[in-house]
Antibody, heavy 113, light 113 residues
Framework: EVHLVESGGNLVQPGGSLRLSCVAS????????MNWVRQAPGKGLEWVAN????????YYVDSVEGRFTISRDNAKNSLYLQMNSLRAEDTAVYFC??????WGQGTLVTVSS | DVVMTQSPLSLPVTLGQPASISCRSS???????????LNWFQQRPGQSPRRLIY???NRDSGVPDRFSGSGSGTDFTLKISRVEAEDVGMYYC??????????FGPGTKVDIK
C-alpha cells in the first residue's frame, strides 16, 4: 500500500524558514515526479513545485520562485521543501503528491507574528 | 497559465439523484502527445485530495463506477449517477497538459439537500 507522510510544519514568523519532509513507501519513489501542493485555510488547491526523478528538472509556481527549493533523496524515499522568506500568504496545509494518484495527509505551516 | 473554471461552485443534491459538475479550461488541454491530461479530485471534509478520474475519463482503482468523466478540448464534465452520503465534499478539476504551472479549478462543494 502506498503511503506518503509529511512532516515539518510549524508556526513560524514572517521572514523565517522551514523545511518540510515527505517520506514515501509502497511504490517506486525513485521513478516518479513528485509534487508539493498547498491549501490555504478554507481555500482551494494550489500546485507549488515539482521535481523530476533524477532531480535534473525542478519547477515552481511564480509566487514561491526564489524563496522555496524542492529536493529529494531517492535513497531515503524522501521529498523535501525548503521554504525561506516566508510570508503570511504561505500559510497553508502542504501536501506531497506522487504522480497525482497518491497524496499524503498534509502538514500545516502557519506564518504569523 | 491555463485558467480552470468550474460550475456550479455549490451543488446541493438529493441522495440517489444524479449530479454533474462542469470544468472549463482557458485553452485546449490536448497535449502534443495526443493525450488530454484532465484530472478530477475529491476531497472529503478533513481529508486529503483523492484522484477519481485521470485523462478525462479513466477511473482510478477503487473508485465507484457511479463516477464518470467526459469531455474534450476545453470542456469537461464529472458525473455522479446516484449520489451517496459519502460523496459529500469538494471536487476539483486539474489540468496537467500545459505546465508549469499545474492549475486547479476553484472547486465545487457537493452537499446533501
Amino acid at each position: 500500500e502506498v503511503h506518503l507522510v509529511e512532516s515539518g510544519g510549524n508556526l513560524v514568523q514572517p521572514g523565517g524558514s522551514l523545511r518540510l519532509s515527505c517520506v514515501a513507501s509502497g511504490f517506486a519513489f525513485s521513478g516518479y515526479w513528485m509534487n508539493w501542493v498547498r491549501q490555504a485555510p478554507g481555500k482551494g488547491l494550489e500546485w507549488v513545485a515539482n521535481i523530476k526523478p533524477d532531480e535534473s528538472e525542478k519547477y515552481y509556481v511564480d509566487s514561491v520562485e526564489g524563496r522555496f527549493t524542492i529536493s529529494r533523496d531517492n535513497a531515503k524515499n524522501s521529498l523535501y521543501l525548503q521554504m525561506n522568506s516566508l510570508r503570511a500568504e504561505d500559510t497553508a496545509v502542504y501536501f506531497c503528491a506522487g504522480d497525482w494518484g497518491n497524496w499524503g495527509q498534509g502538514t500545516l505551516v502557519t506564518v504569523s507574528s | 497559465d491555463v485558467v480552470m473554471t468550474q460550475s456550479p461552485l455549490s451543488l446541493p443534491v438529493t441522495l440517489g439523484q444524479p449530479a454533474s459538475i462542469s470544468c472549463r479550461s482557458s485553452q485546449s488541454l490536448v497535449h502534443s502527445d495526443g493525450n488530454t491530461y484532465l484530472n478530477w479530485f475529491q476531497q472529503r471534509p478533513g481529508q486529503s485530495p483523492r484522484r477519481l478520474i485521470y485523462k478525462v475519463s479513466n477511473r482510478d482503482s477503487g473508485v465507484p463506477d457511479r463516477f464518470s468523466g467526459s469531455g474534450s478540448g476545453t470542456d469537461f464534465t464529472l458525473k455522479i449517477s446516484r449520489v451517496e452520503a459519502e460523496d459529500v465534499g469538494m471536487y476539483y478539476c486539474m489540468q496537467g497538459s500545459h505546465w508549469p504551472p499545474f492549475t486547479f479549478g476553484p472547486g465545487t462543494k457537493v452537499d446533501i439537500k
